[in-house]
């Protein structure tokens, strides 16, 4: 991550050979994980053990700029191992999941042209679904549709979703403003219930890829300790000036990049609305509760094999003979 130390410095568990295939193209790889879990750093040493190459499943780390608050891997880490979809997006620019398995896509197959592993690290649970089973036939965006949501109060627009689509409104997660904004959207624009067409395309999507996934996890202690070190480690490496640059650049004005956890409440801060010590705190808890619902996504839409690691540990020395290419 950007400029911030190891906050657990692992035990060197990972001792492989590497392994490359020649004769044809390995599969590749995913890891998942909550906020905080070590996902970057078990990406990074099995990529060096095995010749591979990591792709960002990131919503957030595409945006050039936004590097410490979203623990974005270092100029040396990304010297030890080769990264993608990193830094390629403008603030002024716009990013969805369309454009993530478009350029997943043909990184996995450059990867494996040349002989790598594709290893697809990140949080970001709908990136993941989608590399897999596609975005199934919701409607693309409308923007004057959409200006027009995002100018609407959220308890407007969840009142709208609770009246149309009552299914939708309970699952859905209510504090995050794109998703709600997204299922009206798409409710206007087709004249049909949300969650009935998240149904379709869950069903359509039954059978995805057969490839390594992996989701890890930690106890619920170690896991706030590691988010709170995370965070003080963020705003002791400049987060708050960090964020003042990039609303030079535009922040405020990028809907999806001021949901960033960190960013939203740094801005807020700036603008004398808590005092930096609030707004640490605020911030230590919007990632729990981020990390919960991430838990959540994975539980309830992967299809993955679940590694607990242990306090202070990278890697269980037996998940390695899981590992197939």
Known sequence: MANIPDIHPPPSVLHLPHRRSKTKATRPVFIAGPTAVGKSEIALKLAEAIGGEIISADSMQVYRGLDIGTAKPSPAERARVPHHLIDICDLAENFDAAQFIRRAQTAV??????????????GTGLYFKAFLSGLGEAPATNPELRAELEAASPEMLLHELRERDPAAYEKIDKQNPRRVIRAVEVIRLTGRPFSAQRAQWKAQC???????SFCFTRAPADMHNRIHSRVDAMFACGLVEETRALLQQGLAEN??????????Q?????RDERSLTETIELVKSRTRQFAKRQLTWFRRHGN??????????????????QFRV
Do not use: S
């Not at 809907?255 to 939203?264: F, L």
């Not at 990278?314 to 390695?320: E, G, S, V």
């Open 304 to 321: 993955m094999e679940w590694i607990e690691l242990k306090t202070g540990e990278t890697l269980k020395p037996n998940w390695i003979q």
């Open 266 to 270: 740094v801005v807020e801060h700036l």
């Open 109 to 122: 197959m450059e990867i494996q042209a040349r002989g790598g592993v594709p290893i697809i690290c990140g």
């Open 255 to 264: 809907k999806t990049a001021m949901q960033a956890i960190g960013y939203r």
């Open 206 to 212: 039954a059978d995805p890829i057969k490839i390594n």
